[in-house]
Nanobody, 122 residues
Framework: QVQLVESGGGLVQAGGSLRLSCAAS????????MGWFRQAPGKEREFVAA????????YYGDSVRGRFTISRDNAKNTVYLQMNSLQPEDTAVYYC???????????????WGQGTQVTVSS
């Protein structure tokens, strides 16, 4: 069992930065691929980024590649999402998840956090 708690969301102006954190409980955190998805009102949950269990492989959605960076610290049971050059279209609830698969698809995820709101003003 893995429990996930996101933090770091908030309101930021376009062009600004935020860093999201996802703290995990459970002894098996390091064995999971970890990922971030986001969901804007009226839209489907969208893949943002994923990182392999040892952090050697990372994957990004097309809309965030080059602006967002995912990382993890297995000693702290935490995964991060550094978001730079934020734009209004990045506004969404951001969810952290733990996947037993590759991490790019929703159905690969076994556990989810409650989400954290990110709002980017123009």
């Amino acid at each position: 069992q893995v429990q996930l708690v996101e933090s770091g969301g908030g309101l930021v102006q376009a062009g600004g930065s935020l860093r999201l954190s996802c703290a995990a409980s459970g002894r098996t955190f390091s064995s999971y691929t970890m990922g971030w998805f986001r969901q804007a009102p009226g839209k489907e949950r969208e893949f943002v980024a994923a990182i392999s269990w040892r952090g050697r492989a990372t994957y990004y959605g097309d809309s965030v590649r080059g602006r967002f960076t995912i990382s993890r610290d297995n000693a702290k049971n935490t995964v991060y999402l550094q978001m730079n050059s934020l734009q209004p279209e990045d506004t969404a609830v951001y969810y952290c998840g733990a996947a037993s698969g590759g991490g790019r698809y929703l159905n690969e995820y076994d556990y989810w956090g409650q989400g954290t709101q990110v709002t980017v003003s123009s």
